[in-house]
């Protein structure tokens, strides 16, 4: 395909390989893997990768929000400027093997594919430095909210409010990251451009037969913690009429979100991934629930009319119930383009190497959409089998992965060369 | 008060008294008590009330699921018939100090009331022995299923499989009985009647302003274990159209039950006081909910509308979310009615002192429902202030409790009388 002629073989059979060694760390029995942030899974998956990175000529650096950049120079221009390629390593309980990983383990083996094509003289990048970043909780799962590593990299997010988040069993993230020996001191070089693979985690890409998905923007997100306070009593002599259940209120709140995205004119995805319950004893009223709920949306309109809903129902559940409901957190991501300039080139790349591809827009969050804060950045899709993710039966193929790999080294050449001081 | 008129205030404060004494095993900082079972604070009640009966001329026995019967012999008959007389000395997790300890204490004081009543020769009873029963694990709380002493002691529960159980910390009830050293092996005499006092947990006593109450029945239950399957799925990218969301299930569920109290001719309280979800985390579909639902109602009619009802709409919400809904374990409790000749001789003998009572029924499970299953029983109310139960904040003053202690005299006086080989 195109110009990757050269050794391709060598770089497919590396590239499956690294991708194999990682799914060791945190496979459970279900073949599926947990990995959360700043555990003890995860820091095996970080030292392997670090192992790699200095066994390949990287320095590798640590931030102190536990992110790994592993800094290659290219040696070959008089600028400092840094080209960043990564993605993730945390995963969900019980997730998959793909997420994540391939970003990583694809920008780790195209370094190798830029360095031979520079020493023969193919390709002359417009950076200095080739960064492979790893960011700390992409997630979301140990640790909320998702996206940590990138949104304190990029100012997102304060990396005192960050070191303070706690996870279930009130462990600091900071503390974590101690303990698994990923708090560091390191500034690595700014980045100048991002590029993220990552899997589709939707199956358009499977269903289209294409090799690779450009990601022109981020749907719109908006994530609401919400708080709702009934009474404890007797689940047996309680009269009903005096009971203040916040489960049924709860309940009745799931079912209503539901019905906000029924009722949305426009594209809207709404779920509850989470809910706590106190104190969850079968023979006591349900004092405490609560919720995380999501809304994502193309149209900055349908979020606004999804919390304009769910405003309203709030105040009719309370009356139905007796309970109190209200929103104790809400966090709005806005809808993210990505750089037009880099997916011109990529998209004019791929054409001339006839590799079917096509244009997409990603719903889930990535650590991309908090670099194209600060940076043009790229972020490009994988088939995903099924669209399955989070799950242990998340599933991309060797050829799907090779191919999607030689497409973003072809994109990659493009942006590498073509971008930065060299435009 | 009628016949009781005897050094009553003697009594009184030797009830107070012990009532008293037993507050401080277990007594937390709120002012409750967490005594669970087969704990070191019920271990130390338990050491209290032996050392209590051992003092007052009983002979104690434990049984091989820890139940303690302290035996006294009246000698006064040729029979071994024995009445029985107790409660429980375990707690829920910051309970309070009167459930289950008044029947205790009132059963060890009114043991001193027929003494002194038979030694005057004002009361013969028709029972060689008034056995003071203390029994283990009534509140489900550290073990589960609720009322594991009584229902082993009955035969509605094996030996084998109540020594299975386990905590939440996986320690088998066998283990904790042996550690606390009420693992026994002995066998008291059978019982030909079972008196239990207890809290009303409710409110009725109080607002009527009567002294006691005389339960006739005890509502049935259906405890329903209910396991809903879905699809683990990425909450943002997958189409609305192809989520199996389990939370959602389970969600629709807890609305329909509230449904079927609504639907429901007959008297019925429907619960889920506990539900687990899998995996909980913000950014993934829920795959699993395990709900416990709970329906009583005084009639069997009503549980069983309960139940096809809850099949019904299973299959309704099934085809709606395309989740599978499962009952995974149902524990059928009849409705148990109260003897009714002892049932009629307590009222007789309160209307004769014209103490103040009213006939109840409970929707709570006692102890002296399984015992009813082998022997005829009496349950009897005392009041409880605003019908707070399971809480720091349970309480009956001083007054009631000598009240109520005074009515249980005067129905156990005329049981222990003329029932047995007196009738």
């Not at 073949?31 to 998956?45: H, I, N, P, Q």
């Not at 309680?238 to 049924?248: F, G, I, K, V, W």
Request: charged letters at 25%; glycine letters at 8%; hydrophobic letters at 40%.
């Amino acid at each position: 395909m195109g110009n990757c002629s050269f050794d391709q073989k060598t770089l497919h059979a590396q590239l499956l390989e690294l991708l194999r060694e990682f799914r060791r760390f945190g496979m459970t029995e279900t073949g599926g893997v947990t990995r959360l942030a700043a555990s003890d899974e995860e820091k095996e998956a970080r030292d392997h990768l670090c192992v790699w990175l200095k066994n390949h000529g990287f320095t590798v650096l640590i931030d102190p929000i536990g992110n790994i950049f592993g800094v290659l120079d290219f040696g070959l221009r008089d600028n400092c400027r840094a080209f960043y390629c990564g993605s993730h390593l945390d995963s969900q309980p019980e997730g998959g093997h793909f997420d994540g990983v391939l970003g990583v383990v694809c920008a780790c083996i195209s370094s190798l594919f830029l360095k031979a094509k520079i020493e023969r003289g193919e390709l002359e990048p417009a950076y200095r430095y080739f960064v492979v970043a790893c960011w700390t909780g992409e997630e979301g799962a140990r640790f909320q909210p998702s996206l940590i590593g990138s949104s304190v990299f990029t100012g997102r997010l304060a990396l005192d409010k960050a070191w303070d988040l706690q996870d279930s069993n009130q462990i600091q993230l900071k503390q974590a990251l101690i303990e698994s020996g990923y708090l560091g001191t390191d500034k690595p070089p700014p980045p100048e451009h991002y590029l993220e693979l990552h899997i589709e985690q939707g199956s358009f890409l499977e269903r289209s037969g294409n090799e690779i998905g450009l990601i022109e923007a981020c749907w719109g997100a908006e994530k609401i913690r919400l708080s709702v306070t009934g009474k404890a009593d007797h689940t047996g002599p309680t009269p009903m009429e005096e009971r203040r259940d916040a489960l049924l209120a709860a309940s009745l709140l799931v079912v209503e979100i539901k019905r906000i995205y029924t009722a949305s004119e426009d594209v809207l995805h709404t779920s509850i991934g989470r809910m706590t319950l106190h104190p969850n004893s079968p023979n006591t009223v349900v004092d405490n629930a609560e919720l995380w709920i999501e809304f994502r949306s193309t149209s900055s309109a349908a979020l606004l009319f999804a919390i304009r809903k769910l405003e309203t129902r709030l105040l009719a559940i309370a009356d139905q119930t007796g309970c109190t409901l209200g929103i104790t957190n809400r966090e709005t991501r806005n809808v993210t383009k990505f750089d037009a300039v880099a997916l011109d080139l990529a998209a004019q790349a791929l054409d001339e190497t006839k590799t079917p591809y096509q244009r997409l827009e990603t719903i889930a969050g990535h650590d991309a959409i908090c670099l194209q804060d600060i940076c043009p950045s790229t972020l490009l899709f994988a088939p995903s089998k099924d669209g399955i993710t989070h799950s242990p039966f998340e599933f991309t193929s060797d050829e799907d992965v090779c191919a999607a790999f030689d497409g973003m080294t072809i994109a990659l050449s493009a942006i590498v060369t073509r971008t930065g001081n060299a435009i």
